[in-house]
């Protein structure tokens, strides 16, 4: 197989540039001969974020450092306990360390009120799609809680202590009109697992903050380097945007991005750096726009009067699928006007009918998410991706393999590499074993002699296009395959594999392919440079 777009350059820089600068920073005494505590369970929710990482910010530099305790979100978005189908992570018979959060007694003592749970990465269960930003929650409060907690945007605002939880709901009791908020229902703002739990409102204005918050982090890194970067200042700036809720709620756009250019001048000063010059009004325009986009789309597709009128929970997930094309399409649009065609599409009835999916539910966002054209082309894609079965990835991959090269496009580069899925026969889940050759004349570093990594492969049943890999590389590596559909020519199938925040196209005319007779399943690198040479000489 060849792919059009260089996959092994996105997948392989990755790993080469993992290997030259680590994973965390200074490594700290996490209280050697403690036992570990398991303290709460909970929920990441915008909609539910699977495969995130969640972890115990103890320095708030809001980075996973080595020390830290984390761990991933499951394929509900839980972590520790999945209370939906009543699976504990962390012990008996169903344990799955990768999904229990624990940290040391030693280190639970030294939780501040400051100290955060913070939620960031991973994958929307809606869309597939990358979750940009990150959301949290005050840890030293979940130590006092055995119920589930649920981490959302407004949870992000939220400060430790029970005096500071009523404080914050008698804000949004008066600020957002939510007079049913409770402290209870606060902590399971899970508004998304059940219709008896579902609550239009609180949700609209949720999920609304947050795209408020995604679009604005994006256009943050456009204009200042030291952000973009992430090195001497923490890329994630959320909370400092989650912190101007009132003027975004109000739309006073303007007048919150003053005060978040204000807190990012601190945090400059803060780490001894030059204030980088603030972006123009030309620059600030553009920003007001791009927000005035997401409360349109925003208020088309839940309803405006008051936002979340028009949401029910059989309709919510589509109608959050019509809003994040818009989102997507704004931070990622070759042009500030890519968005248009989708945002205007929001008005056609049955555009959010589509969106919808399929009997059960499922739906192809990623052909839906790369469409370009008119308002009428942007509904007619919609129409296709509710058939979602001729992107299925979700059965059948134990005992297949998936063998790609680069195209030969260009000279410098020469890449290989192999998938072999393995696990019993129609299971939804099981390991993967990965084959990579790479070499670039023009960079001596990026050099893969035939290496094996291995890792551990998932299929989502709301996710039927798209594979979780977990890469044992560094402390562990998520990834995502998906199965985008046939090119416009019919002739190949289109893929797209995201692997460290980079996404790369790839197309196959022969797709996974049973593992044949005699091929051995690779199993260490000796092996993995024995196949590529090979292959390389047929």
């Known amino acids: 197989m060849k792919f059009n777009k260089n996959l092994l350059a996105v997948a392989i820089t990755s790993v080469t540039a993992l290997s030259l600068y ?96 913070i939620v960031t990465g991973g994958y929307d269960l809606y869309t597939g799609e990358p979750f940009e930003g990150s959301m949290s929650f005050p840890a030293k409060s979940s130590t006092g809680l055995s119920r589930l907690i649920a981490i959302t945007p407004l949870t992000s605002m939220m400060e430790a202590g029970s005096e500071g939880y009523e404080d914050f709901i008698d804000y949004l009791r008066t600020l957002a009109g939510l007079t049913e908020l409770t402290l209870s229902n606060i902590l399971n703002l899970n508004f998304l697992e059940s219709e008896a739990k579902f609550n239009a409102e609180a949700f609209a204005i949720t999920y609304q903050m947050h795209k408020y918050v995604t679009v604005i982090s994006d256009w943050v890194k456009e204009h200042y380097s030291e952000i973009e970067e992430g090195e001497e200042v923490s890329s994630d700036i959320s909370g400092l945007i ?74 919510v997930k589509g109608r959050t699928r019509g809003v994040e094309v818009v989102v997507l399409q704004i931070i990622r649009g070759e042009n500030e006007g890519a968005h248009t065609s989708a945002l205007a599409a929001l008005s056609d009835a049955t555009y959010l009918t589509n969106l919808e999916g399929d009997a059960e539910g499922n739906f192809n966002f990623t052909q839906l998410v790369e469409a370009e054209g008119t308002p009428a082309q942007i509904i007619a894609v919609a129409n296709t991706a509710k058939n979602s079965s001729g992107s299925s990835l979700s059965s059948d991959l134990a005992g297949k393999m998936l063998d790609f090269e680069d195209d030969g496009s260009d000279e410098s580069i020469e890449s290989k590499a192999a998938i072999f899925f393995t696990g019993a026969e129609g299971a939804t889940r099981g390991n993967i074993h990965l084959c990579l050759k790479y070499s670039d004349t023009n960079d001596s570093d990026a050099l893969l002699a035939g290496d094996y990594i291995s890792g551990t492969w998932e299929t989502l049943a709301a996710l039927n296009n798209t594979v979780m890999l977990r890469l044992e590389y560094l402390g562990g590596r998520s990834a995502v395959l998906k199965k985008i559909g046939l090119t416009g020519s019919g002739n190949e199938t289109e893929y797209r594999f995201d692997f ?39």
């Open 242 to 315: 989650y912190r101007q809720f009132e003027d975004l709620n109000s739309a006073s756009y303007s007048t919150a991005w003053n005060k978040i250019r204000s807190d990012i001048d601190d945090i400059y000063t803060a780490a001894e750096l030059t204030t980088e010059t603030a972006p123009d009004s030309d620059a600030v325009d553009v920003l007001t726009a791009r927000l005035g986009a997401v409360n349109s789309a925003t208020t088309a597709a839940f309803g405006s009067s008051p936002l979340g009128s028009a949401l029910t929970f059989a309709n």
């Open 22 to 117: 680590g994973c965390g920073t200074d490594k700290q005494d996490g209280g050697k001969g403690s036992s570990n505590a398991v303290i709460g369970s909970g929920i990441a929710v915008d909609g539910p974020i699977v495969r995130a990482q969640v972890f115990y910010d103890l320095n708030g530099n809001k980075k996973k450092d080595s020390y830290e305790p984390g761990a991933l979100t499951d394929n509900n978005g839980h972590y520790n306990r999945d209370y939906i189908n009543n699976i504990d992570y962390c012990s008996g018979a169903s344990a799955r360390p990768e999904f229990c959060l624990s940290l040391t007694f030693d280190q639970s003592n030294t939780l501040t009120d400051d100290t955060k749970i």
């Open 500 to 538: 460290n925040g980079e996404t790369s196209k790839f197309t196959s005319d022969q797709g996974f392919e049973e593992t044949p007779a005699g091929t051995e399943v690779i199993t260490s690198s000796a092996a993995c440079k024995i196949y590529v040479d090979a292959q390389t000489e047929s």
